[in-house]
């Protein structure tokens, strides 16, 4: 089944604690991006990715790092977590080469709790 | 820079009745436009997109969106609500040269029966 795995789904933490949230997708897309959904303000981008080690910031980048060391993973690096990072993180994926119309898909999410 | 506004955080509409869920955009280039819809507890899910092929876009579980570039608008329309279209609805746009997707801050529709 084509699709967009994050673990963990759930993590409470507490601040300064460095954590990582995995992103993999099995549909060899070549970009890969992470967004946080906070009440109000709906989805905005943090990093991005077009390709194997290729990594861009989005809109909100600050305390987060990424890496793209393999076409299928993603992970999403807390290096100082702090309180205002706590939200519902989403990993997207999409298949680049037909042009930016094209979907991308999302991972279940992961609600991130930092005390 | 593309950017899309969402009128309206909260819709209510009774089952049976016209869903209407309206979004803007902003945008220096032909724009490609989406709508998720993101059901409770899980992901986004892909409504339908407009990619400039078509104005009249028809997407899953009945939904629709017409593009109107005089107005920069892409509402969402579902001629009839039922129960299960509550969620969450996003309007997101993507520029021609761009990668990043930009979303509106969402639509919440409460469908009563």
């Known amino acids: 089944e084509a699709q967009v795995t994050q673990n963990p789904r759930y993590l409470i933490t507490v601040t300064g604690k460095k954590l990582t949230v995995t992103c993999s997708q099995n549909m060899n897309h070549e970009y890969m991006s992470w967004y946080r959904q906070d009440p109000g303000l709906g989805l905005r981008q943090i990093y991005y990715?077009?390709?194997?080690?290729?990594?861009d910031k989005g809109d909100v980048p600050e305390g987060y790092k990424v890496s793209r060391k393999e076409k299928r993973n993603f992970p999403l690096i807390l290096e100082s977590p702090s309180p205002n990072q706590t939200s519902l993180y989403f990993c997207?994926?999409?298949?680049?080469?037909?042009?930016?119309?094209?979907?991308?898909?999302f991972g279940p999410g992961t609600r991130l709790t930092v005390l | 820079a593309q950017s899309v506004t969402q009128l309206g955080s909260h819709v209510s509409v009774s089952e049976g009745a016209l869903v209407l869920l309206r979004c803007n955009y902003s945008?220096?280039?032909?724009?490609?436009l989406f709508w998720y819809v993101q059901y409770p507890n899980q992901g986004l899910q892909l409504l339908l997109k407009?990619?400039?092929?078509?104005?009249l876009v028809k997407g899953i579980n009945g939904f629709e969106a017409e593009f109107k570039k005089s107005e920069t608008s892409f509402h969402l329309t579902k001629p009839s609500a039922h129960m299960s279209d509550a969620a969450e609805y996003f309007c997101?746009?993507?520029?021609?040269?761009?990668?990043?997707?930009?979303f509106g801050k969402g639509t919440s529709l409460l469908v009563t029966p």
């Open positions: 407009y990619t400039s092929a078509a104005t």
């Open positions: 990715s077009m390709n194997v080690e290729v990594t």
């Open positions: 997207a994926s999409s298949f680049e080469r037909g042009g930016p119309y094209n979907e991308q898909f």
């Open positions: 945008s220096s280039v032909p724009p490609y």
């Open positions: 997101a746009v993507r520029g021609n040269s761009g990668y990043a997707l930009n």
